[in-house]
């Protein structure tokens, strides 16, 4: 045997290699009938055909036209081209729709083929390697992704939402139609993130923007509302909420998220804000002057010894605090609203503040006991007015929300660079899913057991800010049925 023939395949071995090879289908050039001489198990399997059925036979005899393919792409076509000219051709995706034998109907499919010429000993082709490759599961795939893809930005456009991409890499940043229109441009303008961020305006790019950034490097999420200026010099409102991806390193790779034109509400909240401030504006004038007659009447009455007299001034001072209270809580909510709450910081003795707020309180309200063990002088550095008025809603509420004659507890703690505030009652107590909202604008419980009781869940809130603004902390601790724990933290130092 020479060298050369014992790299030669015998034909058995090759006719083996072909069968599972896949969807092969091996052709004689005999146009116009393209006979059939071999084909791989796979592509028997997917055409749902056997050997014996289609070897020997013409290729349009054993797969006829079955109308959904056009010209172009017909296989017996796609054939006379490839001897014709000696080239290959692929066809990335056609449709060829297969008899299912045992459901006795047509499937629909989706191939992919690749035809190669084969030359004979004489130099023309005289066969054909048909491959395919049958791609329905992709096709089918892609389809859904599309029609996904369809109905989001639908749903987008009902909802004026936009979603947008942004690589923290190379800032490249990608975007849905709706972007453009909500800066005001038009809606096919090419926009990139610096051109985005030229249009909020300033003052809430450094207090909004970049802490709700340097936030989200840590927990992964975010959530703003800023103004942004658009290119007339209109104001408006947006709202956009996202996450950030990391990588492996853990360093921030990507920024995703929606946008939202929220001008509309942001000016009826500015109109119900203005309202309220001249409202409880207009209120205390009055206010002030019904408080200042009780006080003269309770004055006069020194020299009257009418008990019936006395005790109904003091029930109508204390109603008119009340409502002193409630009116100065609107006065700070649309303050606080209109970026107007001012904090002015002075040194002061927290403790002493907390004896003086337990006195006052203690005046008007007589049916609970409120222990403090004051621990020594601790001075922190903040507003006191504000701070006393933190521990007053804490107070207030301790009441309102537990039974007469319980006790009242209030703590303070120092630990390294902070002190610590807390009141605790044993009183309703707070159901887990409310308690993460009890600090949000107009929040109030609803719950059979407390709805007689008054207030407009503004308190807690602008304890919050008050908090926030003094970069403390506000927490609740609180169990269903066996009282709250109120605390804040501020530092000290
Ligand atoms: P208001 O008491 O005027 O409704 P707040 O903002 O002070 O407003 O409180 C918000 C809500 O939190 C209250 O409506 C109440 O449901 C709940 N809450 C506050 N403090 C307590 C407490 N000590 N015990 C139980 N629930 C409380």
Redesign the pocket.
Known sequence: MSAESQHILPVDIFQTIFEKSPGSLLIKADMPRFTILAASDSYLEFTDTTRDAILGRGFSEVFPDNGNTDEQIKAHNVFIRVVNTGKKIDIPRYRYDIFNQQNKCYEEHHWSCSNVPITGDSGEIAYILNTVVDITGEVKAKETALENEKRLNLALEATGLATWEVNLIDNAFSYSIGMAEIFGLNPGTSLTIDMLRSQIAEEDMKSIILPSYQQALTSGEYLFEVKVVWPDKSQHWIRTQGIIIFDENNIPETMLGTTLDITESKRDEIRKNDFIAMASHELKTPLTSLKAYIQLLAKKLNNNNDEFIANALTKADNQVNKMANLIY?FLDLSRLESGKLQIKMQDFDINKLLVENIAETQLTNNGHTIIFDADGVVMIHADKERIGQVIN??L???I???PKDTIITITTKTCENEIQVS?S?T????KLK?QEK??QRF???D?DE?KN???????????SEIIQRHRGKIW?N?EENK??T?SFSLPIG
Do not use: C
């Not at 009183?427 to 707070?430: D, L, M, Q, S, W």
């Not at 407009?456 to 602008?462: H, K, P, S, V």
């Open positions: 809580g809603n804490f207030s509420n301790a309102k929300y537990s009141v009652d009183g309703v107590g707070i409310d009890l600090f929040y109030r419980v719950d407390i009781i008054s207030g407009f869940g503004i308190g807690l809130y602008l304890a609740v609180s009282g709250s109120f």
